[in-house]
C-alpha cells in the first residue's frame, strides 16, 4: 500500500470552525468541501529531501484528525511557499535527484530515478497548486493517506 501526499486549500473561516471542532477536518475533507486539491502520489518524501522541506512545510500539527494526522500550512506561509518553490528549475531538481544515494532510504526513490518526467510531473502539481493557492489567499491542510 503507498502513501500519497495530499493537499487542500481552504479559507481561514473553514480553518478557524476546524480548530475548534476537530471532527469536521475529517468531515469537511471526506465530503469535498474545500476550495482546491491536488496530490503529489508518493513524490512526497523524495521532492521533500529535494526541495529543502519547501512545499512540504507545516504551520502547525494537528494529530487528532484524519487517520495520519494532518499539517496546516497558513495563508502568509503558503505565499512565502510559493515563491520559494517558483524559483526552482527542472534541471536543478534532476541534478539533486541523481546525486541521491540509493542508501538513502526515502520512500520510493527508484521509482523516481527511474522515472524522472514523473517526478518532475508531481513538482509541477505541487508548485501550480501552491500559486493558486496563494493567489486566493488559502490555507493549505495536508495530510498522508
Do not use: P
Not at 505565499?79 to 531538481?93: G, Q, T
Amino acid at each position: 500500500m503507498s502513501m500519497n501526499l495530499f493537499f487542500r486549500g481552504f479559507t481561514q473561516q473553514q480553518i478557524d470552525k476546524m480548530k475548534e471542532e476537530l471532527s469536521l477536518i475529517d468531515q469537511l475533507v471526506k465530503n469535498g468541501e474545500y476550495l482546491l486539491e491536488t496530490d503529489i502520489e508518493t513524490a512526497w518524501d523524495v521532492l521533500g529531501n529535494i526541495l529543502n522541506g519547501e512545499g512540504i512545510g507545516i504551520s502547525e500539527r494537528i494529530d487528532e484528525a484524519l487517520y495520519n494526522g494532518c499539517n496546516l500550512i497558513s495563508s502568509e506561509e503558503v505565499k512565502k511557499e510559493s515563491l520559494k518553490l517558483s524559483k526552482w528549475k527542472h534541471e536543478e531538481i534532476l541534478e539533486k535527484l541523481r546525486a541521491l544515494d540509493e542508501e538513502s532510504d526515502l520512500y520510493h526513490l527508484e521509482i523516481y530515478q527511474d522515472e524522472e518526467e514523473y517526478l518532475l510531473e508531481q513538482f509541477d502539481k505541487l508548485v501550480n497548486f501552491y500559486q493558486t493557492a496563494a493567489r486566493q489567499n488559502l490555507v493549505i491542510l495536508s495530510y498522508l493517506a
